[in-house]
């Protein structure tokens, strides 16, 4: 259940909202709504109008796009610190992905508008807030690559390690949040099907690189599995 929203405490010290001049935290702090959401909320949908800028104080959202066909994929998960409604803010768009919480999720809301206001009157906020759009372009790049260029299998291990917080050799991407993900979204953050996810899930089991229950799936051998089709051209 929703609590109503309400003011706590200041904006937080760090993030893009650190850049911003003393007397416009201020004002932001003032501005400043915080809410409590259960798993499963859905903040936003695609096509739907933005009003405020959301940041992620604890939980983990993911942001979902409809396929061609109707089936959904996830293109990123957001944790603590994360904020989503930046991009159409400033491009005086509308949200192009929906955001479902994955667990229950505090979020801190900001108004569109004063976001806008605030860009204008202060250069570090601004630079702060297209340097954080920089690293989420980096971000879809990034995927794009993965999604076209490697194997399944390797997109299955990728994931797997990001989501217990490790690192994939030879990447720069940072660990995912930590959250306990169902099969079917994980097999829609690689661009596969459920059925190839369990079979290589399966397989990874059988080679002693991962473990799994029905609830839980935990890594073995995190250097086999950084190996896993690491050199195999695309299938």
Do not use: N
């Amino acid at each position: 259940m929703q609590a109503h929203p309400q003011v706590i405490g200041p904006v937080a010290d760090d993030g893009i909202f650190s850049a911003l001049e003393p007397h416009l935290k201020h004002r932001l702090d003032a501005e400043r709504r915080v809410h409590q959401h259960h798993g499963g909320h859905v903040f936003c949908v695609e096509g739907d109008p933005v009003t405020v800028v959301t940041g992620i104080l604890e939980g983990a959202v993911k942001l979902t796009r409809e396929g061609e066909r109707g089936d959904p994929q996830v293109l990123r998960l957001l944790g603590p610190g994360d904020v989503f409604g930046l991009r159409p803010v400033l491009a005086g768009d509308t949200f192009a992905a929906a955001a479902i919480a994955l667990e229950p999720v505090r979020t801190a809301t900001y108004p569109a508008a004063t976001i806008l206001e605030l860009l204008q009157a202060s250069p570090p906020f601004a630079l702060a807030v297209l340097t954080r759009l920089a690293r989420e372009l980096r971000y879809s790049e990034d995927m794009l690559m993965v999604l076209t260029r490697r194997p399944v299998k390797r997109r299955i291990a990728d994931v797997l390690l990001l989501l217990h917080g490790r690192r994939v050799a030879g990447d720069d991407w940072a660990p995912l949040p930590r959250v306990r993900l169902k099969r079917k979204e994980i097999a829609q953050m690689v661009g596969t099907t459920p059925e190839t996810l369990s079979r290589t899930l399966a397989e990874f089991a059988a080679q002693g690189l991962i473990s799994l229950d029905r609830r839980r799936i935990a890594i073995r051998d995190e250097a086999g599995l950084q190996l896993v089709e690491r050199d195999a051209p695309r299938g």
